[in-house]
């Protein structure tokens, strides 16, 4: 599967690593490396559900994954 981020989510994901900081870039740049990794290898053998009539603002049809980092941090991916 190939897996194309739009240019919206690119500077999202390079404002995270701002936002993250952490203290250390290093591990804000590994934390967003994670999201990236997950969706990248990962979205094809991950459970799946239909998107709700929130993601329409989206697109049709949507699907929608949850990739949980920990047990206070989740992140959700719709395609």
């Known amino acids: 599967m190939k897996v194309v981020f ?3 989510v690119e500077i999202y994901l390079n404002e995270l ?7 250390f870039r290093a591990s804000a ?3 967003v ?3 990236i990794d997950g969706i990248e290898n990962d979205i094809a053998k ?3 559900k239909i998107a709700p009539p929130y993601f329409s603002r ?3 049809d949507l699907y929608y994954s949850v990739f949980k980092r920990n047990n206070e941090t989740q ?3 719709a395609y």
């Open 6 to 8: 739009d240019d919206v």
């Open 17 to 23: 690593i701002d936002i993250l900081y952490f203290g």
């Open 29 to 31: 740049y590994d934390y």
């Open 33 to 35: 490396g994670w999201i």
């Open 46 to 48: 991950m459970p799946y």
């Open 58 to 60: 989206y697109g049709k």
């Open 75 to 77: 992140w959700v991916c």
